[in-house]
């Protein structure tokens, strides 16, 4: 799914609702999404004509790239000069774009950005006054209170409450930022900039720098672009570059984050302290434990059926002790061990039965073994794909490479933040990461700031803490003067938002380290398990449990689902004869539209 097909998608469902005598309405979304909507952004560009370009690909290859960026020149002197003669692949574009269109490049790409919209729209920000989420808080005290009116707990809440800041993360950032405009050198008028000026502005730099590298046809620039697979075409390593820089922006300091980029391909051999290698060990590790599972369950399979054992035994058992010897070579961490093992493993092929055809349980243990022998370690031969001299070879002759990506991406992180200053625009991570550099210089050295900040807070209570970022889990770690007043309530069965950065690890660090409250002393911290569901029947949170124990495990998903995390019912229900939970199973496997019918 990208721009394109939400545009096209959300205008046919606009002339379906305008047709109906209605007036769409746009709601939530990034507000890049929003603006191709409202100014109606042109994402295409003309279809390829591979005639044409390979006709100006042949020229650069006849004439060289001087020649070729001389044509472009001729009818398009804005884009000649943006476009270094060098890059070929944009040259040959531009030349492509007003061949098919007649009309030049940098004229379509102004258009763009001043175009206006063919709607007439308003846009509807809906938010609720502080003091009614302040007023509601404290109604909900006195409730409490009157029941209670000896607890002291609540009456100091009460009187906390006037001076408590109830907000998101991000909010306390902008505020405090604001605040110490001058601490930072920034204005303290900043805005949060809109997706699609953001995005402009980040491809400005990232297109300007490899402009620039073009330019000074640096070779090492172009052996970077070969490794990356860019050789051909630079949109792919600068849409790398992006991607991550925007995965840095959730980490706390994202300068030493770039640093530890290279510690795995500098200033050592590659052995056993190496991350890759204890990575490839690691999955290795979990393969053969499965393959070894799995060739016990298919031995168990044939033998229940005496015509099969007979002729199938040898060959599994055979099976079964070469996934020994992969076992066994894994025991002393030895790169070469394993990767002879794993060229070594071969399975025989099965001597053909017949009468075997409707036992499904053979059936069930040939597939097994037809999955041992040829997919199975598919994937760990990518991984230990030679011997380790010749791997310790190459991570030292890419270093140099990549050396020069993580200087491209530290260059455009800081140009980038320039452009951003400049334009009194930044982001929300801009915001957190200010307000973390007015807390601390690093993890453990807070600023005579921050212990000012720290004072002003008797709490600081996070909810849905298992969606929290890296960067996020540092500000919190330093407002709470180092967890020590920090009040976190999250569930890590509910973290849904690893594809934007969440790291449910921060909680889950936490909740694994703490002792129960009953079981602590005053000086610990301590966990509350909040087990007590009061939303479903019994039967669901049976349900649940059984499912959520069954794949919840760590080598699958990083939690494992234990005694803590069950679900225990709680609220009462109406008795009823209608079933409470049902599983739907569904083949999605392809199968003939007379099928459906």
Not at 88 to 100: G, Q, S
Not at 438 to 446: A, E, G, Y
Not at 508 to 530: G, S
Request: with cysteine; hydrophobic share 40%; charged share 30%.
């Amino acid at each position: 799914f990208h721009i394109v097909k939400f545009q096209e998608m959300a205008k046919e469902a606009m002339e379906k609702i305008y047709a109906n005598g209605h007036i769409p309405i746009l709601v939530g979304g990034t507000g890049f999404y929003i603006q191709a909507m409202v100014k109606d952004i042109d994402f295409t560009e003309n279809e390829e004509n591979t005639e044409v370009r390979a006709k100006w690909e042949q020229y650069a290859k006849d004439h060289g790239a001087e020649a070729l960026h001389a044509e472009l020149a001729k009818i398009d002197p804005k884009s000649a000069e943006s476009i270094p003669a060098g890059n070929i692949k944009r040259v040959v574009r531009a030349l492509e774009f007003y061949e098919l269109s007649g009309k030049r490049i940098s004229d379509h790409n102004e258009e763009q950005k001043a175009k206006g919209s063919p709607y007439n729209f308003a846009y509807f920000v809906l938010n609720d006054h502080r003091e009614l989420l302040y007023d509601r808080i404290e109604k909900r005290i006195d409730e409490e209170t009157q029941k209670n009116p000896d607890n002291i707990g609540l009456l100091l809440q009460k009187h906390l409450l006037a001076n408590a800041k109830i907000c998101t993360i991000d909010s306390f950032c902008i505020d405090l930022v604001r605040e110490n405009f001058d601490k930072l050198g920034i204005s303290p008028d900043f805005k949060i900039g809109e997706a699609a000026t953001l995005d402009e502005i980040n491809r400005e730099v990232i297109y300007s720098i490899i402009n620039r590298y073009f330019n000074e046809k640096d070779q090492l620039f172009f052996e970077l672009l070969d490794i990356i697979g860019s050789e051909f075409d630079e949109g792919n390593f600068a849409n790398l570059v992006l991607a991550v820089y925007d995965f840095s922006r959730q980490m706390p300091f994202p300068d030493e984050w770039f640093n530890s980029l290279l510690s795995n391909y500098n200033g050592g051999r590659f052995d056993k302290d190496n991350l890759w290698y204890q990575y490839a060990f690691s999955k290795a590790s979990a393969v053969v434990s499965d393959m070894e599972g799995l060739i016990d369950n298919a031995i168990e399979l044939i033998f229940g059926v005496e015509a099969a054992a007979n002729a199938y035994l040898t060959p599994f058992y055979d099976a079964k002790e070469q996934i020994g010897n992969l076992k066994e070579s894994l025991l002393n961490g030895e790169w070469d061990t394993f990767y002879n093992a794993l060229q070594d493993f071969a399975l025989k092929r099965l001597p053909t039965v017949r009468g075997l055809a409707g036992y499904r349980e053979v059936s069930a243990a040939k597939d097994i073994y037809k999955f041992l022998s040829s997919k199975a370690t598919e994937n760990l031969k990518k991984l230990f794909y030679n011997e380790q001299d010749f791997i310790d070879l190459q991570f030292k002759k890419i270093y140099p490479c990549l050396k020069l990506f993580v200087d491209i991406i530290k260059e455009f992180e800081q140009r980038v933040y320039e452009e951003y200053k400049e334009n009194n625009i930044f982001t929300f991570h801009n915001t957190e990461h200010l307000a973390l550099k007015l807390l601390c210089r690093d993890k453990d050295t807070p600023s005579e700031f921050a212990t000012e900040i720290f004072e002003q807070y008797k709490e600081v209570m996070v909810d849905e803490y298992q969606d929290t970022n890296d960067l996020q889990n540092m500000l919190f770690y330093i407002l709470s003067g180092f967890d020590k007043k920090l009040f976190a309530v999250g569930d890590v069965k509910q973290s849904i938002y690893a594809f934007r950065g969440a790291n449910p690890a921060n909680f889950l660090e936490r909740k694994n380290n703490y002792p129960l409250l009953e079981d602590a002393k005053d000086d610990q911290p301590k966990k509350i398990i909040l087990g007590n569901n009061f939303r479903s029947k019994d039967e669901i949170c049976d349900f649940a449990n059984y499912f959520f124990k069954l794949f919840m495990q760590k080598e699958t998903g990083s939690i494992t689902y234990e005694d803590e995390d069950l679900l225990i019912p709680t609220a009462k229900f109406p008795e009823t004869q209608e079933m409470s939970v049902g599983l739907d199973i569904i083949d999605t496997s392809p199968c003939d539209d007379d099928a459906l019918t």
